[in-house]
């Protein structure tokens, strides 16, 4: 999943370095199809790792977490309001929002390396597509 949005972002780099991108509106929605694409494809891969993914997640409370939600954490919520939370895909696709559109958790933090890795590629595939738009909207303006 990570690998097509790779690939595209790869190809709209291409594009622009040989002088093949189309316009700037092209140019725009082609990055904002990145942009949405990887967090949706994010959203899903936190949601389906996390404590074993959805299935496992509703049969065994105790599963090994990968991430920490606000709701989670005694003394920061009232913890008998959340007694029986459990992260949602919604959850997710938040986590994987805030992550992408300010490089960093909002709420809900990484306990396992392959949640801090999967944060960092979705980060970087982030980064390099609004500093690849942005450069050539300069580029465009001059």
């Known amino acids: 999943m990570a690998r097509a949005g790779l690939g595209a972002l790869a190809r709209?780099?291409?594009?622009i370095l040989t002088g093949h991108a189309a316009s700037g509106k092209t140019l725009l929605v082609d990055a904002i199809n990145i942009w949405v694409t990887n967090v949706v494809i994010?959203?899903?891969?936190?949601?389906?790792?996390?404590?074993?993914?959805?299935?496992?997640?509703?049969?065994?409370?105790e599963a090994k977490s990968d991430f920490l939600f606000t709701?989670?954490?005694?003394?920061?919520?009232?913890?008998?309001?959340f007694q029986n939370w459990s992260p949602g895909f919604i959850d997710y696709l938040f986590l994987a929002f805030t992550n992408a559109t300010a490089f960093?958790?909002?709420d809900t933090f990484p306990?396992?390396?392959?949640?801090?890795?999967?944060?960092?590629?979705?980060?970087?595939?982030?980064?390099?597509?609004?500093?690849?738009?942005?450069s050539r909207a300069v580029g465009i303006l001059s």
């Open 104 to 106: 960093s958790p909002a």
């Open 71 to 81: 709701q989670q954490q005694t003394g920061v919520v009232d913890r008998e309001q």
């Open 12 to 15: 709209l780099i291409d594009a």
């Open 42 to 61: 994010f959203a899903l891969w936190f949601w389906s790792l996390d404590r074993g993914g959805p299935a496992i997640r509703g049969l065994i409370s």
């Open 111 to 134: 306990l396992t390396t392959r949640a801090k890795l999967l944060m960092m590629a979705e980060a970087a595939i982030s980064l390099c597509t609004i500093a690849i738009v942005a």
